[in-house]
């Protein structure tokens, strides 16, 4: 089984992730990001974006499945995927493959997630301000479409209010999932 958290950026998938590893200790935990990261070591990203790359969202289906066969055991993955055809390419190969797929996205105001990014420090260059300064930017950028995306995630999607405490969202979706712990 997967558990996909989505949402955008500030939205609190990273920290609901953590908090469901917490409880929840037979899941892993495969952050996509990961792969964007060392392909874009590897490789030029023309867009700046990772996720442009087809080779990135192969190599995520790729992982997950491989970690589902070879562990047999639950996998979390706390990742903003909002681009309609990268969510079809990518959850379209998942269910090809068999896999039960749970989709959670946290709903978060756009205010509210525009507070959270300005709290925290957006750190791309080792606290240099001008980079943390771009990160914040790219962050706030992206926001917009992910607060737009949330009426077309696909159907069977579990929306929650990020609003809400962790533990309660953590109640909530394990809850769901049916996770025994």
Not at 84 to 108: D, I, N, Q, R, W
Not at 168 to 178: F, I, M, S, Y
């Amino acid at each position: 089984m997967i558990v996909w958290v989505n949402g955008s950026f500030g939205a609190g998938k990273t920290t609901l992730v953590a908090e469901l590893s917490s409880r929840w200790p037979d899941a892993l935990v495969y952050d996509p990001e990961q792969v964007g990261l060392v392909l874009r070591d590897i490789v030029d990203v023309p867009t700046g974006d990772f996720q442009d790359l087809p080779l990135w969202r192969s190599q995520l289906v790729s992982l997950a499945l491989g970690l589902l066969r070879e562990y047999e055991r639950p996998v979390l993955v706390p990742m903003t995927l909002v681009h309609p055809l990268y969510v079809s390419e990518v959850f379209g190969a998942l269910e090809a493959a068999g896999v039960t797929m749970h989709h959670f996205f946290l709903k978060v105001p756009a205010d509210v997630l525009e507070r959270r990014l300005r709290a925290r420090v957006v750190t791309h260059g080792g606290g240099d301000p001008e980079r943390d300064a771009a990160g914040l930017e790219w962050a706030m950028e992206r926001m917009v479409r992910c607060v737009a995306a949330v009426d077309t995630m696909p159907t069977g999607t579990i929306f929650l209010d990020g609003e809400r405490p962790t533990a309660d969202l953590a109640d909530d979706l394990l809850k769901r999932v049916g996770a025994e712990i």
